[in-house]
């Protein structure tokens, strides 16, 4: 078996495609930065030169003239990608929230991994950083802590990202609402998973503390009768409304897969391995269809819905599932 088999078949000379028509690229909706630095850590844990190489290039030609990047990438020509010029579009065509996430998952994928950087990269990560300072989507803000925390120094800019997680937290926070917003949308489980590495690699207290507290809310909270259920995307769950259980999507469980990961080593509680099997298993039909997301190929399907899956195969799910069994793999859970 080889586990990259479906991101080569995604990707192109340009990147990987950010979704997938079954089991096909959907060449139509080109190329998304955040896909190109999720792969990118994937790939380098995998050691696949090739890859990390179409990725690296991607990030590097997104530059825009005032040193940040372009969010998507597209041809002129909607009938294919082997003609017409190709064109970048930035945030004009999307939200600001969103590119602000796909900035912290970039500087998290160029600081995390261990490729020789460039100047054209350190300019790109030094833009990044200077551009963090005033983010304040706790997931961009997680995203880049998963990235600062590799850097030998304790760099000013994370502690001030970690103290505004921390305030995010105090500010919403209350007995029966352990989070730092007042909803629970998608890939929650970055946001502790983040302060877990903090206090893994730096010993903050407070880190413990909230990613201990915050951890188990999501999970008391992603669960019907013992069994994983992330947070449907069909209307989320806004603190005091109704829980949405569809569409459930391979991004949460992914990182919550990696969150528990973190919890573990961090405490050596049996518990945080437990729900980590589960929550990997979720993949594999511990879920509440009891339907496996997981083709023959280990190719991963893009949700699960009340008819059963969605049976498109998109970048982001291909990536967070393999970023859950990278982490399976080594708690020795892995299937």
């Given at each position: 078996m080889d586990p990259l088999k479906k991101l080569r078949s995604m990707t192109s000379d340009i990147g990987i495609y950010q979704h997938g028509k079954l089991n096909k690229p959907n060449l139509k909706f080109g190329y998304a930065l955040e896909d190109q630095a999720r792969a990118l850590i994937v790939a380098d844990e995998f050691k696949d030169k090739k890859l990390q190489t179409i990725y690296l290039n991607f990030i590097q030609s997104a530059q825009r003239e005032d040193g940040l990047l372009h969010h998507f990438y597209f041809y002129n020509n909607d009938k294919g990608f082997n003609n017409g010029e190709g064109?970048?579009?930035?945030?004009?065509?999307?939200?600001?929230?969103?590119?602000?996430?796909?900035?912290?998952?970039?500087l998290w994928s160029l600081l995390a991994t261990n490729i020789n950087k460039d100047n054209d990269l350190k300019k790109i990560i030094k833009n990044l950083i200077k551009d963090s300072y005033s983010w304040t989507s706790p997931r961009a803000i997680s995203s880049a802590l998963l990235g600062l925390i590799?850097?030998?120094?304790?760099?000013?800019?994370?502690?001030?990202?970690?103290?505004?997680?921390?305030?995010?937290?105090?500010?919403?926070?209350?007995d029966d609402w352990e989070w730092f917003e007042n909803y629970l949308v998608y890939a929650n489980a970055i946001i502790p998973w983040a302060l877990w590495e903090i206090y893994l690699k730096r010993?903050?207290?407070?880190?413990?503390?909230?990613a201990k507290k915050t951890t188990e809310f999501l999970l008391m909270n992603c669960q019907e009768n013992n069994i994983?259920?992330?947070?449907?995307?069909?209307?989320?769950?806004?603190?005091?409304?109704?829980?949405?259980?569809?569409?459930?999507?391979?991004?949460?469980?992914?990182?919550?897969?990696?969150?528990?990961?973190?919890?573990?080593y961090a405490t050596k509680d049996s518990f945080y391995l437990t729900w980590a099997e589960k929550w990997y298993k979720w993949f594999w039909g511990n879920n509440i269809k009891n339907t496996i997301l997981i083709d023959e190929n280990f190719a991963c399907y893009d949700g699960l819905n009340p008819e059963g899956v969605n049976l498109n195969q998109g970048a982001e799910s291909n990536i967070c599932f393999l970023m859950a069994y990278l982490a399976a793999r080594r708690l020795g859970i892995a299937k």
């Open positions: 064109h970048f579009r930035s945030e004009e065509y999307t939200s600001k929230s969103n590119v602000k996430e796909a900035y912290g998952i970039t590799n850097l030998d120094d304790h760099d000013s800019l994370e502690n001030e990202l970690k103290t505004k997680l921390h305030n995010f937290y105090f500010n919403s926070c209350s010993k903050c207290k407070i880190s413990f503390e909230i994983p259920s992330p947070i449907g995307n069909n209307g989320w769950y806004l603190r005091g409304k109704d829980k949405a259980l569809f569409d459930q999507q391979p991004i949460d469980a992914g990182y919550m897969v990696c969150c528990l990961e973190k919890a573990y």
